[in-house]
């Protein structure tokens, strides 16, 4: 009978340490998320402006290339 009273205990004791674990999981997942999420907003904050001058420069050759070859003509 203690036995089986012992056994019971450790089954719960594994049964708790599982939750933890699984919380212990869930947790480290909504940090990586987070990170992941943090890592993206920075790229984009990295890459946007780049985006923005590229396209700022390329309407600006093609505005000149025009107005050159209009005053040529």
């Not at 340490?17 to 990295?46: F, G, H, I, P, Y």
Request: proline letters at 1%.
């Amino acid at each position: 009978m203690t036995e089986r009273a012992e056994d019971e205990l450790n089954a719960d004791e594994s049964a708790g340490r599982r939750n933890d674990t699984s919380l212990q999981d869930a947790a480290t997942t909504a940090a990586a998320a987070r990170d992941a999420e943090e890592r993206e907003d920075m790229a984009m904050k990295v890459i946007l402006p780049q985006l923005i001058n590229i396209t700022v420069f390329t309407f600006n050759l093609s505005f000149l290339t025009v107005i050159e070859a209009a005053a040529a003509s």
